[in-house]
């Protein structure tokens, strides 16, 4: 962005501002993520794609006499009320606490578009889902490797399309559900998750996906697509890890949930990454430090001599716009 700008003729100093994520997105309390999971209940436990049971083809038993996850997740509907949920149980002494073989939770959000290929996350589980099969050969390995439970928030023109292909996929370790959730929900939905997964490729190169922002407020790490910018919001290997393709998510995914029940190395590394990141929203930015209000200041005027118009960035920009703009922080303008 600052050499954006400054091909633009914007001289003087330059500070790029990087999005915050609301208060809101923070880590979910055990408590909050079983009052989730049991409301999701109705979503979890029906074939992806479907808004009702009818019409859908019960998954059937694996040859071998196995359950898969899929089987799991359909008797969900029929739990009690007060009974656990797929991720939350009781101790024997009532206390909440996690059900020791819950699934991962691996979470992703699009708007279905062409600008997010979904079917590199579909490859990616179906790699997943093999070697995890392959791995019961070996039976002392068979337990280092969660099932994934995908949840896919977000509405959009390709989304009927891939939940087609998703139900064609007959995976046993891995399975997807789509979801619509209110801003509360996804936002407890992203601190209860254990990965975040980033499809996103940006056309101009400069912007950075808002939904990475949102997942390392909720102290999220993240799966992202590698493109020329990302960088700058994950640090590849302490707060997430990137790929190029289906092959190198598959990896991905293989090694961080390697011993997800014990503890995974990797995924621990990355949490701990995540959870030292600076603990920043807008909310809390605007009553920030001085050199803060500076750069946020400096920004407002750019854009104020871009726009034209007061009345449009302060559409834009409400909490930029909290102080009045210091003259001390013009910036000489020579572009258009």
Known sequence: MKAELQRWGVKGPIHVLHDKPAAIFRPATISETDKLFKALRPVLSRPVGLDSESGGVKPAASPDGCTDFAIQLSKERAAAPDCCSIVTGRDDDLILTWQPQRP?????????TPDEDFSILLEAAVGYDKAVEESKAKSRLFGRYPPLLVLVTGKGPQKSMYEAKMRELNLKHVAFRTLWLSFDDYASLLGSADLGICLHTSSSGLDLPMKVVDMFGS???????RYSTIHELVDEGTTGVLFDDAKQLTGALLELFRDFHSGSKML???????????????????????????????????????????????????????????SNHSLNWDGP
């Open 104 to 112: 991962a939770i691996v979470v992703s959000s699009t708007s279905w």
């Open 219 to 225: 102290q999220l790490p993240v799966a992202a697509m």
């Open 268 to 326: 621990m590394k990355l949490q701990e990454g995540v959870a030292n990141m600076p603990n920043e929203s807008w909310e809390n930015l605007g009553n920030g430090t001085h050199s803060q209000c500076s750069i946020i200041e400096a920004t407002v005027h750019v854009m104020r001599r871009v726009s034209k118009s007061r009345s449009a960035t302060q559409a834009l920009c409400p909490v930029f716009l909290k102080a009045p703009l210091n």
